[in-house]
């Protein structure tokens, strides 16, 4: 079974940092691109984030730019977000998703992690 | 970037009436559209991509049509179930993937 399993969320200050994680099973992980979704209390689906099979390549949202960072470790199936200099309405769930086709960086996303909450709050 | 916009916001329904939820995108994004159902406190769930194509496990009441800028999400029967907050989503102008608004099945 294809499963995605995120954790690292929390509650942290304006300014402040943390990591997500999301360990991935059930498919060959390097073959596909990757991505974090977020979703503020009450509100709908906002994308933040790729990262390529490979690696090699990544793309954010302007929202989170030049505060987050996205990598990838497929020796262990797990995709890492570094979020900086975090704001206030930064506050969401964290979803990671898995794209639905092999190696193309676009797509549907087929497998959705239960998600992780991060509080930015004084 | 394309905005996604969805209609109705709320949708009331009786179990068993058809349900037609829309969604229009503010540039032809070809068929590179998906649907997805969430329900209070779960992940989104992937039911349609590629405008049309039903994932895989999901029943055969979820259609879906269009292509263009104007999209179809039908529910033949509607189920217990099925009661959820429904997104679309285009992947054709990328980045950024962007969704729309989603739209409220809710019992009528």
């Known amino acids: 079974e294809m499963q995605l399993v995120e954790s690292g969320g929390g509650l942290v200050q304006p300014g402040g940092s943390l990591r997500l994680s999301c360990a991935a099973s059930?498919?060959?992980?390097?073959?596909?691109?990757m991505s974090w979704v977020r979703q503020a209390p009450g509100k709908g689906l906002e994308w933040v984030s790729t990262i390529s099979a490979s690696g090699n390549t990544t793309f954010y949202a302007d929202s989170v730019k030049g505060r987050f960072t996205l990598s990838r470790d497929s020796s262990k199936n797990t995709l890492h977000l570094q979020m900086n200099s975090l704001r206030v309405e930064d506050t969401a769930v964290y979803y990671c998703a898995k794209r639905l086709g092999r190696v193309v960086i676009t797509g549907a996303f087929d497998i959705w992690g239960q998600g992780t909450m991060v509080t930015v709050s004084s | 970037e394309i905005v996604m916009t969805q209609s109705p916001a709320t949708l009331s329904v009786s179990p068993g009436e058809r349900a037609t939820l829309s969604c229009r995108a503010s540039q032809i994004v070809s068929s590179n559209l998906a649907w997805y159902q969430q329900k209070p406190g779960q992940a989104p769930r992937l039911l349609i991509y590629?405008?049309?194509t039903r994932a895989t496990g999901i029943p055969a009441r979820f259609s879906g049509s269009g292509s263009g800028t104007e999209f179809t999400l039908t529910i033949s029967s509607l189920q217990s179930e099925d009661f959820a907050v429904y997104y679309c989503q285009q992947y054709n102008s990328w980045p950024p993937d962007t969704f729309g608004p989603g739209t409220k099945v809710d019992i009528k």
């Open positions: 059930g498919f060959t992980f390097s073959s596909y691109a």
């Open positions: 590629g405008a049309s």
